[in-house]
């Protein structure tokens, strides 16, 4: 996965429970994404950080936290987990213009999250 | 905000017939990418569009980027059973990039080849 590791691959939380999925990229890039994928809806991003320090919203960021303090990790925490955050959750990294093809995306492996 | 639509959302073809799937942008892009997810595995970067009526070919995929960048399409010549998997486009926004970083998936094409 062009070293984008993520934790765990499975998980089954219940609701109001808290949990981190974990993220961690060891290529020294600095855009990181979380999206989560929903059948029939494609991915939507979470949220998103360009260097460690700074994050940003993205499409769907209500009930999910996160933190950047250094360039390899991208930690998504859920405070409070809600049947409606039961989804596949990747993680992403922007690798910058490499020859023909363009500046290239690698994603995790996802982690398969329920909550009951 | 930026909305990106993918046609068609399902496909089945006969192995070695074509397929295409198209990608279009309420806004002006600068530039498009695509993925191909297999099923239980995660999206596999394809491509990256950048040149308005840009043109690219990966073996039996080609890749177009339209005039005015808001639209972008994925052709399969003669698919093959290692085709089958969900194709994304992904348009990125103009002035996106640093900390405004705008990056938008269509909600795929899953392509399904009977052998």
């Known amino acids: 996965n062009a070293g984008v590791t993520q934790t765990p691959k499975f998980h089954i939380l219940k609701t109001g429970q808290s949990m981190t999925l974990q993220c961690a990229q060891d290529?020294?890039?600095?855009?990181l994404s979380w999206y989560r994928q929903d059948p029939g809806m494609g991915l939507r991003r979470i949220h998103y950080?360009?260097?460690?320090?700074?994050?940003d919203k993205g499409e769907v960021p209500d009930g999910y936290n996160v933190s950047r303090s250094n360039t390899e990790d991208f930690p998504l925490r859920l405070e409070s987990a809600a049947p409606s955050q039961t989804s596949v959750y990747f993680c992403a990294m922007k690798r910058l213009a490499q020859a023909l093809k363009g500046d290239e995306q690698f994603f995790g492996p996802g982690t398969r999250l329920t909550v009951l | 905000g930026q909305q990106v639509m993918q046609i068609p959302q399902y496909q089945h073809v006969q192995e070695g017939e074509d397929f295409t799937t198209y990608c279009n942008s309420s806004?002006?892009?600068?530039?498009i990418q695509w993925y191909k997810q297999r099923p239980g595995g995660h999206p596999v970067f394809l491509i990256q569009?950048?040149?308005?009526?840009e043109v690219k070919k990966q073996k039996r995929l080609t890749f177009q980027f339209g005039e005015a960048k808001k639209n972008s399409s994925l052709h399969i010549t003669a698919t093959q059973t290692t085709d089958v998997g969900t194709y994304f486009c992904?348009?990125?926004?103009?002035?996106?990039?640093?900390?405004?970083?705008?990056?938008?998936f269509g909600k795929g094409t899953l392509l399904t080849v009977n052998p």
């Open positions: 290529m020294n890039h600095g855009y």
């Open positions: 950080s360009v260097a460690a320090g700074i994050t």
């Open positions: 569009l950048v040149k308005s009526g």
């Open positions: 806004t002006t892009l600068s530039n």
């Open positions: 992904a348009g990125e926004g103009e002035n996106s990039g640093g900390s405004n970083y705008k990056l938008t």
